[in-house]
């Protein structure tokens, strides 16, 4: 003590003035002095930025400490765990000249880098059916489970940067050759700090991308490499300084690596209770760490075993790869997850149309999920099975590519979860729905319905061709959407159709068997009631609530589909189903039926229904009107077709078919005009703009007769409102039309429209020949006496027919004059009606 009682700075014992009592305090600018002149601070450098400011906090007051290294009279100890962590971030503290800070920087941006890639990795979407925010798997095995359980401890033991950084926070850092006096007024330094800092954010993303390597994990191997890839990541700090106190990075490197050796944390009075104490805190927070990972861990592997990660919804389709499996398909449709029993660990699906066919796993040697018909409460036969996957040991359906059949032939079946992202929001639904949070299932908007909301409709009313043929009731061509209580009736999500028979309660139906569509009758369905009869409503609620895949492989059906997955029976080619076989589909008749829907499109923009047409070819929206009908409560919308126009969408024109013109010449080749095409007679009439043409179109036939004289015919064709007619003359002056003179002409067909319901076939030839009294007569289309032809273009059919035709001339120069002429008409007239 001074003689005013102040501390003297000396050591205890010593007086002022002995000259080896110690060094006297010196004042504060003189410690700035020292500091400035021991770090070498010459000139500007970088750690100019980081020095504390004197106006603010208070700078070491440093006095020195024998060889021992405590300092004399201070209370201070240094031992080992004062050690600063021998790491890049401490290098980043005793750096102090631009070049010096190359190393830590680089290698906090390299780590920072890895690490913020694999994260950014790990959280993108994968190419899984079934995806979460954070990739876990559906379940794992209980290997794997206990192996992420260890991996969460091992992380914390090696999470050393992380703890260290909440540790070594506001701590006072010093070197060891030099002590804080006791009593001194001292301060933080900012750039102890920054390092500090530094390192507590390279090791908490160590932690997280640990974390995500571990809840993402499949296998156990997998996870153990993964896990010391991030753990080798997480050590390049200590791995840097290593390399720098080894003389990898040179002498500034090595001498960077010494300063960090002479540092140490300075804590006054510490004793051996203190450093007790420092023990206990960095095991609390080890203990804090480990107990976040095992709850984090814990809360997902009960998510996993309750199913939140599994798919709720699956769609199997099956197709006909081999035609002796065609069966198969009946295994087609949408399975459910059970929400209370599990088979060999995983989840088990059952078909929402038959609560006997399941999709399991089937564990032991077996190893594979299968479809069987065939099982209890309580056990799966994985003995009877009829599709399997490939060997697996996944917890996730959706990770089977294909399923085959029973006897590993290939199955052509396939998996789709059904299961939509609220995050995704209508995108999830094919844009037509809402992703339900809860259930994560498709709410459709109205007009549309499947699993993902991908179909519009469903059709109301379906118009057929031609009409099935019966064998002992008549069939109509109309067929209606079954509803029970207001709403469509569905069979493996598809809807149901229905046309009444003649016979009481008997109903033609059409439905859909997981891969075509059937046609059967109600009468045929033996758990309906006594000889099938039924009413409408009875059959509608039994085929919504009752009806079953093994019923309908009892029920025989008259006609059957091509194999589709189309939401509707329209556009899909039907034969008669004319034998049925266990090993193949049976025998089919060649005439195909086809179905359109009679729904119209109020909008010509629309694509969710037909656009009605009107007689220019293009889309009319004006003629598709409301409708009530009786199987139906609300208005359904039909097209008004115009005069003379046929068909659900006003499609059909009032003449269609071909028209043909043969020309001979006599030298035993004929020349033919429009030959199978049916533009010639398509849009040619309409009965309203267009109700005449003429064979040929511009000049007429010119015959040359025996006697050297010539006659002009002409042929045409006639449609109104009312009558379709058929005329010819022989006195049409060359460049006149019969459509417009109509003079002299002799009629060879003519008929009402209206007599007829359906559209009348005509299918015949009428002769010409210049000679006869009667300009032309209808004969048979084999009497056409032209064994050889040659196709005359239509564009020259239509100016010039007389003088393009190949061979028209003999080796003198002489013309052949037209000898012969047929014209072949193969066309269909609708009949007339104010609206069909």
């Known amino acids: 003590m001074g003689p005013d009682g102040k501390s003297t700075g000396l050591s205890p014992g010593a007086e002022v003035g002995d000259k080896d009592a110690g060094v006297p305090l010196p004042d504060e600018d003189h410690v700035s ?118 991996a969460c401890l091992v992380s914390v033991f090696t999470a050393d940067d992380f703890v260290s950084g909440i540790l070594l926070s506001c701590q006072v850092i010093t070197d060891k050759s030099q002590s804080v006096h006791e ?143 065609h069966w198969a398909r009946h295994f087609s449709g949408v399975y459910t997850r059970s929400t209370d029993r599990k088979y060999n660990g995983r989840p088990i699906y059952v078909h929402t149309q038959q609560d006997t066919h399941v999709l399991s796993y089937c564990g032991g040697k077996v190893l594979r999920w299968s479809v069987t018909g065939e099982w209890t409460d309580s056990n799966v036969d994985c003995g009877d099975f009829t599709l399997m996957s490939e060997k697996t040991r996944s917890y996730d359906i959706t990770e089977i590519d294909a399923l085959r059949l029973y006897n590993n032939e290939e199955g052509d079946a396939h998996i789709k979860c059904n299961d939509c992202r609220p995050s995704l929001g209508r995108q999830d639904c ?218 659900p969408h006003c499609n059909v024109y009032p003449v269609e078919g071909t028209l043909s013109l043969y020309l001979d010449y006599g030298t035993g080749v004929c020349g033919v005009c429009g030959q199978e095409n049916i533009w010639v007679g398509l849009k040619s009439l309409d009965g309203i703009s267009n109700y005449c043409t003429t064979l040929p179109k511009s000049q007429p036939l010119v015959f040359q007769n025996s006697n050297g004289t010539s006659s002009n015919t002409q042929v045409a064709i006639m449609l109104n409102i009312t009558h379709f007619s058929v005329i010819a003359s022989s006195d049409i002056v060359d460049g006149k039309d019969l459509c417009k003179e109509r003079e002299g002409y002799f009629v060879i067909d003519s008929f009402q429209r209206s007599l007829s319901e359906e559209r009348i076939h005509l299918d015949y030839a009428i002769s010409l020949d210049g000679v006869n009294s009667v300009p032309a007569m209808m004969v048979d289309p084999e009497e056409i006496d032209c064994p050889k032809t040659i196709d005359i273009a239509q564009s020259d059919c239509d100016s010039n027919p007389m003088g393009v035709y190949v061979g028209n001339g003999n080796a003198g120069g002489t013309p052949f004059h037209l000898r012969r002429a047929w014209v072949h008409i193969n066309l269909r007239v609708t009949p007339f009606k104010e609206s069909l």
């Open 183 to 325: 009593g001194t007024n001292v301060g933080i330094s900012k750039k102890w700090e920054i390092s500090n800092l530094m390192r507590l954010l390279e090791g908490l993303l160590v932690i997280l991308v640990s974390f995500l390597f571990i809840i993402q994990s499949r296998e156990a191997i997998e996870l153990w490499l993964n896990f010391a890839g991030v753990t080798f990541v997480g050590q390049l700090d200590d791995v840097a300084f290593l390399m720098a106190k080894n003389d990898f990075f040179g002498l500034t490197g090595r001498h960077l690596a010494e300063r960090v050796v002479r540092l140490c944390i300075w804590r006054a009075g510490r004793s051996r209770m203190d450093s007790t104490k420092t023990r206990t805190k960095r095991v609390l927070v080890c203990t804090a760490l480990a107990g976040i990972l095992f709850l984090g861990l814990s809360i997902i592997a009960q998510d996993q075993s309750s199913g939140k990660y599994s798919c709720r919804s699956i769609t199997l389709t099956v197709g006909e790869a081999r035609y002796d499996s």
């Open 430 to 647: 094919s844009w037509h729905g809402e992703c339900n949070t809860t259930s994560l299932s498709c709410d459709c908007s109205p007009g549309y319905f499947g699993d993902s909301c991908q179909f519009s409709g469903p059709c109301t009313e379906l118009q057929m061709n031609a009409e099935f043929h019966g064998i002992e009731f008549g069939w109509e061509k109309s067929f209606h959407l079954l509803r029970n209580e207001g709403e469509p009736v569905m069979f493996y999500q598809r809807p149901v159709y229905i046309q009444r028979l003649s016979p009481a309660g008997i109903f033609g139906v059409v439905i859909f068997d997981g891969g075509r569509w059937d046609v059967a009758r109600s009468d045929h369905i033996t758990s309906l009631g006594e000889e099938g009869s039924a009413t409408e409503e009875k059959l509608a609620y039994y085929l919504a609530n009752e009806f079953t895949i093994w019923e309908l492989w009892d029920t025989p059906g008259f006609y059957i589909s091509d194999p589709t997955t189309f939401s509707s029976p329209v556009h899909v080619p039907f034969r008669a189903w004319l034998s049925y076989s266990d090993s193949h589909i049976g025998r089919l008749g060649e005439n195909e039926f086809t179905f359109q829907c009679s729904d119209c499109a109020t909008s010509c923009e629309s694509e969710d229904a037909g656009s009605c047409m009107g007689h220019d070819g293009h889309c009319n929206a004006d003629l598709c009107l409301p409708q009530k009908k009786e199987m139906n409560a609300s208005s359904v919308y039909r097209c008004k077709c115009e005069p003379g126009f046929m068909g």
């Open 33 to 150: 002095k020292q500091l400035e002149t021991e770090r070498g601070t010459a000139g500007d450098s970088f750690d100019d930025k980081f020095d504390d400011n004197p106006e603010t906090s208070s700078r070491f007051l440093l006095t020195n400490v024998d060889a021992g290294g405590a300092a004399e009279g201070s209370g201070e100890s240094i031992d080992e765990d004062n050690n600063v962590p021998h790491d890049s971030f401490s290098i980043f503290y005793v750096a102090k000249t631009w070049n010096e800070y190359i190393l830590p920087i680089s290698v906090f941006g390299l780590q920072v880098l890895i690490l913020v890639l694999i994260g950014i990795n790990l959280l993108q979407t994968n190419n899984s059916q079934l995806s979460n925010r954070w990739n876990v798997p559906a379940d794992v095995h209980p290997s794997v489970r206990i192996s992420q359980y260890i």
